[in-house]
């Protein structure tokens, strides 16, 4: 048993789909999709992206969301919180922009370029007791979590702020296209008909705290573990996000029929939602609702654990369970897929986040006890 | 909260232009494998190699930069227009080097990679004993591997271009024998300066027991 509980106290988020958390949960629930169809960044190709229509720089979004949070908890400031970061590519649009610009690395500051960026852009505007900051790909904020989950369980923090942040980057337009993975329309996750994912930015700051108020969703456990198959394929019968999902439900001790609800790594890539069907399949049968909702919000890599762990919060919330959208035969016969929002008491909720070199973790919330 | 880390074994390497990698081929046997690592996964092949105590379990490790060879690769390839190679783009995460010792060494434990700039390894030291505390032994690596033409144009005190440090360790209650500080070697990234000061200090001691706070 852990020493101390573990909620989520307060966050907001800004994506494709929205600059707001209601916002995003309402166009998940309505099928309002934040997904462009794009010819010009990818030459002679149209690719669907998700992008952030933005008013200010990405940095000044950031910057906005995590004040927003402090202001919606009842922290004074940050001084006595850990800030847990998770990014898959850190500074490297601002990278970008000057390498292309310029053809030489000179002019590129290391401090703005890598992972790290994001808390040294944070340590600018706000006093954080300390900062780590995370990088697995598209696990990236959910070890986040994980990590914030650790330190107030086992006492050392009272609170953590996480942070889940990706921005749309040539490389990773560009790297996704030489996979062969990227879509021209919004992705249908888990439909026989698929054609891959949608590159999106996002951000979702979440405050993890020893103890809530009324409305605090607890995080009840975290499970990790590592595909040990292939850098860019997830093992073909979901053994590595069946161990995920099973270490965390022994981490909150938990049994499998007891979850309610699953938020899906759902890319929409061929490879991955065969195998985490499978995976969910094995473990849970068809007795949870199973959605992605990565066809409202695109997959915002890095940034996609965070954003995906605050869709189930608001689930456990507002007891409303988010659908699919773009689902119309589904490949995986037996899952209880979702097509259209549905108000149900929820206990439970887990959510899903895989990644490149089949590193994988699973977190499970709960309506407190 | 302060945690008495046990150094059971360490491992390090620095190359001022390069790191060698003198058994990779021993220990990668298929050719076609062993193409597809970065140098960061060789070195944590070697690093793997050379420690003892580990017989796989969970692995922690850092790097401020990741995986820069890819990196620089796909940002050429770009800017002159020409097609990127999948293979680099799989390969420029940041956890690349760690799931390859997953996939080599059929490792499915927890795995993690993280980057705190400066504080890359210091992180690495205080991550690995937050999860030690569940008892088990675990890996905890840090690299860089900055060998990259060009590097002089952003690179202006790194000496040693390319190291890696690999620490075996347990929680204990009992005292410390050392004190965690910076390593006095020059030139060596300050992402890597803490790890490697308990990897050259370590081997030194009867028992190696730091401690860490979080």
């Keep these: 048993m852990p020493a101390y509980r573990v909620f989520v106290t307060a966050y907001d988020a800004v994506c494709a789909a929205s600059d707001s958390p209601e916002g995003i949960f309402d166009a998940i629930c309505e099928h309002r999709t934040g997904i462009t169809s794009y010819n010009v960044l990818l ?34 400031d940050f001084s006595k919180t850990l800030l847990v970061v998770g990014s898959s590519v850190g500074g490297m649009q601002k990278t970008e922009e000057i390498f292309f610009a310029s053809g030489s690395y000179a002019h590129i500051n290391p401090l703005l370029h890598s992972i790290n960026a994001i808390a040294y852009m944070l340590n600018q505007h706000f006093i954080f007791k300390d900062d780590i900051s995370f990088s697995t790909a598209c696990t990236s904020s959910a070890n986040a979590i994980g990590y914030g989950y650790e330190v107030i369980s086992k006492g050392v923090y009272d609170s953590v702020l996480v ?48 103890q809530c108020d009324a409305t605090g969703i607890e995080l009840l ?22 161990q995920s999902m099973k270490n965390a439900l022994l981490c909150a001790n938990v049994s499998a029929n007891a979850i309610d609800y699953i938020n899906a790594h759902g890319t929409g890539t061929l490879a991955n939602d065969e195998s985490e069907a499978i995976a969910i399949e094995t473990l849970f049968g068809n007795r949870p609702y199973v959605s992605s909702t990565k066809s409202i919000t695109g997959h915002t890599l890095g940034a996609a ?65 | 909260m302060n945690i008495h880390l046990e150094i059971l074994s360490s491992a390090f390497m620095l190359g001022e232009k390069n790191v060698e990698t003198p058994n990779i081929k021993e220990l990668v046997p298929q050719m076609m494998v062993r193409r597809r690592l970065t140098k960061a996964a060789k070195i944590a092949v070697e690093l793997l190699n050379s420690v003892k105590h580990f017989e796989g379990g969970r ?67 205080k991550a690995g004993a937050l999860k030690a505390l569940d008892g088990d032994v675990l890996l905890l690596l840090c690299f860089e591997t900055l060998d990259i033409p060009n590097i002089e144009q952003v690179n202006r005190c790194i000496t040693y271009l390319e190291s890696g440090v690999a620490l075996v360790v347990r929680v204990t209650k009992e005292h410390a024998t050392m004190k965690l500080q910076k390593s006095e070697l020059v030139g060596i990234p300050n992402s890597i300066s803490e790890m490697l000061y308990v990897a050259q200090f370590a081997p030194q001691l009867e028992r190696s027991i730091v401690e860490v706070v979080l």
């Design chain 1, 163 to 210: 942070i889940g942040f990706d921005t749309l980057s040539q490389t990773t337009i560009q790297g996704f296209n030489a996979l062969g993975v990227l879509a021209s329309d919004p992705c249908s996750p888990f439909d026989s008909k698929r054609s891959g994912m949608n590159v999106s930015e996002g951000i979702a700051v979440l405050l993890l705290e020893n």
């Design chain 1, 43 to 76: 030459d002679e190709k149209i690719v669907a992206l998700g992008k952030i229509e933005k008013e200010f720089s990405i940095e000044e979004i950031l910057k906005k969301t995590c004040k927003k949070v402090l202001e919606k908890s009842h922290l004074a």
């Design chain 1, 221 to 242: 456990g975290v499970g990790y573990s590592s595909d040990a198959h292939h850098m860019a394929h997830p093992s073909p019968h979901g053994e590595g996000a069946f």
């Design chain 2, 59 to 125: 692995i922690i490790c850092g790097s401020a930069f990741g995986e820069l060879g890819t990196t620089a690769n796909i940002l050429n390839a770009m800017k002159d227009k020409q097609a990127l190679s999948p293979t680099d783009f799989q390969n420029s995460v940041y956890n690349t080097a760690v799931s390859y010792l997953s996939i080599l060494y059929r490792n499915h434990n927890e795995i993690l990679t993280l980057s705190s700039g400066d504080k890359t390894s210091l992180n690495v030291l």
């Design chain 1, 305 to 369: 654990g965070a954003l995906e762990a605050m869709i189930c919060v608001m689930a456990l919330q507002k007891q409303i369970i988010p659908p699919n959208t773009h689902l119309r035969e589904p490949e995986n016969k037996t899952l209880n897929f979702l097509y259209e929002a549905k108000a149900e008491p929820l206990h439970y909720a887990l959510s899903n986040s895989l990644a490149f070199g089949g590193n994988n973790t699973s977190l499970l919330f709960g309506v407190p006890q």
